[in-house]
């Protein structure tokens, strides 16, 4: 990676856990535990600016760094952030990339959430028993009324903000490109 890309992710997923860390609240009023936070904002819109290898990097150095700086989650936590952002992140920016178009970021952003929504199915079933220490039967129950609005909505809030956004954000950091790779001319 070019160290303007080390930069640009570095700065991206400070913000991503300021974000995550400052401003969350519960969806779902019978499920007051999953909170939402806006933190796959800044790894979407780099994952979809840059690479899916960005936003999957993206997503490890801040569900690592979020869980030790603040002491939530642990390690099943870490999993499960890395899991449930990196899905996103990865399926939206494989379709965006193939055509990168107004079209091919809202099928990113429709399908991705859709896609992690099915994989945090099964990733609670099988890690939240072990996390929380519940029965799978208890998990179950809360698929339906807790967990699966849960990640859906969660996703179609973060793909709404990130198609807000990605066009001004891309822009600015273009606009940072283009005024770093200007050479230096000393004038006399």
């Not at 400070?14 to 019978?30: D, E, G, W």
Request: aromatic share 10%; hydrophobic share 55%; net charge positive.
């Amino acid at each position: 990676m070019k160290v303007r890309n080390l930069v640009y992710t570095g700065a991206f997923s400070a913000l991503s856990i300021v974000l995550s860390y400052f401003i969350h609240f519960p969806l779902i009023p019978s499920a007051p535990f999953l909170l939402y936070d806006p933190g796959d904002v800044p790894i979407l819109i780099m994952s979809l600016k840059f690479s899916p290898v960005i936003g999957v990097v993206m997503t490890a150095i801040v569900a690592v760094l979020f869980a030790v700086l603040t002491g939530q989650g642990g390690p099943w936590g870490v999993l499960m952030h890395f899991l449930a952002t990196g899905v996103y992140a990865l399926v939206a920016s494989l379709i965006y990339r193939r055509q990168k178009s107004i079209s091919s970021a809202v099928q990113g952003l429709i399908i991705a959430p859709l896609v992690m929504t099915g994989v945090m199915v099964i990733a609670n079933l099988l890690v939240t028993p072990l996390y929380l220490g519940v029965t799978r039967e208890m998990v179950i129950g809360m698929l339906l009324p807790a967990i699966i609005p849960f990640n859906l909505l969660k996703g179609a809030i973060n793909g709404i903000i990130t198609f807000l956004l990605y066009k001004r954000v891309s822009n600015f950091l273009e606009t940072g490109e283009q005024y770093a790779s200007r050479p230096n001319v000393v004038k006399q």
